[in-house]
Every structure is written in structure tokens, then in C-alpha cells.
Nanobody, 120 residues
Framework: VQLQASGGGLVQAGGSMTLSCAAS????????LGWYRQAPGKERELVAF???????NYAPSVQGRFTISRDNTRNTTSLQMNSLKPEDAAVYYC???????????????WGQGTLVTVSS
């Protein structure tokens, strides 16, 4: 089972960027699916996540600027980031709470991270 994130890079402040994440492998179901980020010298923090029912939750710092979406048929999620600020720069990690086939327990699976750099 793996989560493959993509879409990071360099963007100017005020610009937009979309991150994508695809889960693959022996997945029975995915409950929460979302994004965390970690800036240099800081702890990893929750950015946004969606429940299996499609309810989205956002960190206050990104509310109104970021939009998370999800495709349950493809086990993918995207994070549309608008009005980016220098403080949004970080490594962004996709994370999924899932049940694997043959192992009926919830597990948190992390992607490899994708770097977002915001120039001022």
C-alpha cells in the first residue's frame, strides 16, 4: 500500500498550486484522507482532511484559501491552494486512514511528501 503525492514546486506569493495524492494497493476502504505539512524547524501540522462521507475540515490558517477534494472511486485526493503565502511553504504529506484487505484494522498510511516553496 502506498500514497503517491505530486504537484509541489515553486510558486510566487499570491499564486495557486494543486497537490494530488493517489492511494494504491490492497485497500479495503479509506476513511479520513488528507494533508499535513511540516515547515523547517516546526512540527507537522494538519492542513485539511475529508471524511469518507466527503465532509471537509481545514486548519484555520488555510480556511478559505485551500480546498480539498476527494474521489472515492479512484482513492485520490487533491488540495487546491490559492492565495499562497510564504508561511505556507513546507513539505506537504498526504495521509490516509484506511483498512487493508485481509487486515481489518484502521491504519494511518503516509505519502512521501512533496515540497511547496512560496517566494515573496
Amino acid at each position: 500500500v502506498q500514497l503517491q503525492a505530486s504537484g509541489g514546486g515553486l510558486v510566487q506569493a499570491g499564486g495557486s498550486m494543486t497537490l494530488s495524492c493517489a492511494a494504491s494497493g490492497s485497500i479495503f476502504s479509506i476513511s479520513d484522507l488528507g494533508w499535513y505539512r511540516q515547515a523547517p524547524g516546526k512540527e507537522r501540522e494538519l492542513v485539511a482532511f475529508t471524511t469518507s462521507g466527503g465532509v471537509a475540515n481545514y486548519a484555520p490558517s488555510v480556511q478559505g484559501r485551500f480546498t480539498i477534494s476527494r474521489d472515492n472511486t479512484r482513492n485520490t485526493t487533491s488540495l487546491q491552494m490559492n492565495s499562497l503565502k510564504p508561511e505556507d511553504a513546507a513539505v506537504y504529506y498526504c495521509c490516509a486512514t484506511m483498512i487493508l484487505i485481509g487486515d481489518m484494522k484502521f491504519r494511518n498510511v503516509w505519502g512521501q511528501g512533496t515540497l511547496v516553496t512560496v517566494s515573496s
